[in-house]
């Protein structure tokens, strides 16, 4: 750890930079379980560095993914529990750059602070790293910038980006879609981390007890299920793909059914949903009641417990469904594409 460098100018302006030093070096042992090999002097350089393998590609193509956690955060604040956020903003990344057939190769993050405290800079990137983990990808690098006056002092904000590889000839392309083939359904874990403004008025988070243990809820407190991380598909989806011809992904996030699914979707064709197939987690359940909030909102705006859809040929729809439960993915059949103009219809 640098202990040369401190200005107490700097200092009473309110940005610790030893705070800082302090923060990576407990961040090491976590950023450790991702770097796949890669020398540690990567971490604290001014970039970072990851060697690219394209043995056995013809073409490859780089394809890269950034978000945010969103509003989710408050609820990390309220229950100060800042570990599981950044598999979040992980997720929000390497699911989009899955949905294109590539593998996500590493990660970076961003965190903004009103206030560096080392341990919780740790423990936010632990989650960062967990979700590097749970992708397969590395966490090469990141920053930490501490900003008085802008963030309040309890209080931070969290970005990243990932990045991925395929070979051209390989990436998923929704333009062999055709009539007949099957939508599967990929279970979320819960709200993800979308849909959050909405979710905090209707519950009025900041003025309610989120502690206790609801019924409704399996016996888990309304603020432990809403914190529940993105649930990532990578693995999962990178297995399918070996078996099954995927012709599209949607990851469905902010817009919820009726934003994301009809972008993978060519013009002339329709995704039928079958409305009843859909294995509504409870949590959507409460929200719509607490919140007097009308069936379709709810599926334009929340996955409403399926976090990724997938359309592969209808008679490799059992095949896909099997390859993804021996993932842990409890899959299963949605829908179906037809012909039509509509890009969606929930039945």
Do not use: W
Request: glycine content about 10%; charged content about 20%; overall charge negative.
């Amino acid at each position: 750890m640098n202990t040369n460098s401190r200005s107490d100018s700097y200092a009473k302006a309110g940005v610790d930079i030893t705070a800082g030093y302090r923060a990576v070096e407990l961040m090491k042992k976590h950023i450790a379980r991702t770097t796949q090999g890669l020398p540690e002097s990567n971490i604290g350089n001014f970039g970072g560095a990851f060697p690219l393998d394209v043995a056995g590609m013809k073409r490859p193509v780089l394809v890269s993914g950034t978000d945010g956690v969103g509003t989710k955060l408050r609820l990390a604040f309220l229950l100060d529990k800042h570990d599981t956020v950044g598999i979040d903003c992980v997720a929000m990344c390497v699911n989009d750059v899955i949905c294109c057939g590539a593998k996500p190769l590493f990660f970076l993050d961003y965190i903004a602070c009103g206030k560096n405290v080392p341990e919780r800079i740790a423990q936010i990137v632990a989650g960062v790293a967990e979700g590097c983990v749970q992708s397969g990808c590395a966490l090469i690098g990141g920053e930490t910038a501490e900003m008085p006056g802008f963030y309040p002092e309890d209080e931070y904000d969290l970005a990243g980006f990932s990045v991925g590889i395929a070979d051209a000839e390989n990436m998923i392309d929704p333009k062999t879609m055709r009539p007949g083939d099957a939508i599967i359904a990929l279970p979320s874990s819960g709200v993800h981390s979308n849909g959050f403004s909405l979710v905090r008025k209707v519950f009025d988070v900041e003025n309610r007890d989120i502690n206790t243990p609801m019924e409704c809820l399996g016996g888990k407190s309304l603020g432990e299920t809403l914190l529940t991380p993105t649930r990532i598909y990578v693995k999962s989806v990178l297995e399918l793909m070996k078996v099954v011809s995927v012709r599209a992904l949607s990851h469905i996030t902010g817009g919820g059914f009726y934003e994301n699914i009809p972008r993978a979707i060519p013009d002339g064709l329709c995704a039928r949903i079958d409305k009843s197939a859909v294995r509504v987690l409870p949590i959507f359940d409460l929200i719509a009641r607490e919140g007097d909030i009308p069936q379709r909102d709810m599926f334009n705006t929340f996955n409403m417990g399926v976090g990724m859809s997938a359309v592969v040929p209808g008679d490799a729809a059992d095949k896909a469904v099997s390859i993804l439960q021996k993932c842990g993915v409890d899959a299963y059949f949605l829908g179906e594409i037809e012909t039509g103009e509509e890009k969606i219809r929930i039945l």
